[in-house]
Each structure stands twice: as C-alpha cells, then as structure tokens.
C-alpha cells in the first residue's frame, strides 16, 4: 500500500459509513485496521470496554498466521475469518490487500447480515484508502 496520509474527515467519511451499514443492525463494534496492527477507523456502541489496540495487533498477527495456513492447502489467502463465541461474534475481513475490517455483533445479529454488510462497505472503504 502507498503511504497513507490519514485525514479527519476521510476517518468521519468511513466511520459514517459503517455506522450506516453495520452498527445501526446492532453490530456492536467495528475496526478498519492495516496489516500492521495500526486502528484507522474505530465506532460502535461498546467502544469504551475494549482493548482495540491488542485486538487491532492480534488480529493483523492471525491474519498472517492464516495467510500461512492458507498456502499450505493451495489457497493464495483466506479473506474472512469468523469465530462464534458464547455472547459475542467476531468477523474478520480483508479488504484489498491491507485493510481489514472487525465486527463484534452478538447473538441478535445473523452471520449472512453482517457478511452482507461487509461486502457492501468493501469497496468503498478500499477507495477511501487506497484510491
């Protein structure tokens, strides 16, 4: 990715749209992150509770763990990652190669709505970002 220079109006710009998309369904939280670990968008109702920044460090570190996996069985990447726990869910996804997209949702929000939603804020995250 070229250098980015990270706008306050280009995070508003981002956050605004996964506020529209993601957390008005109830998705608790939601994170645009870099490959390094580093948080370049982060809203939601339950912001205050989590450790973003180990979460954001943790997720880039289990993406390129999978990448590995992934080569291992022939794949190029994997692009999501989804696990379920007890109260909450958490969904991986990569948008182009070096943003990633977390959401925290509970038990009152469907996989299929929030891979839905993902997929329609994508593209245009990856436009802000990358150009």
Request: hydrophobic fraction near 50%; aromatic fraction near 4%; proline fraction near 0%.
């Amino acid at each position: 990715m070229r250098d980015l220079v990270l706008r306050a109006e280009t995070v508003q710009k981002v956050k605004a749209m996964i506020e529209d998309k993601l957390i008005k369904d109830n998705v608790q939280t939601a994170l645009v992150i870099d490959g390094a670990g580093n948080i370049l968008a982060h809203c939601g109702k339950d912001t205050d509770g989590l450790d973003a920044i180990s979460l954001a460090a943790l997720t880039a570190a289990n993406f390129g763990a999978t990448s590995q996996i992934a080569k291992l069985i022939g794949e190029n990447d994997f692009s999501l990652l989804y696990h379920k726990g007890e109260k909450a869910n958490i969904h991986f996804a990569r948008i182009g190669t070096e943003l990633i997209l977390i959401s925290i949702f509970g038990d009152d929000v469907s996989l299929g709505l929030v891979r839905v939603r993902v997929e329609e804020l994508a593209a245009a995250i990856k436009t802000i970002f990358e150009g």
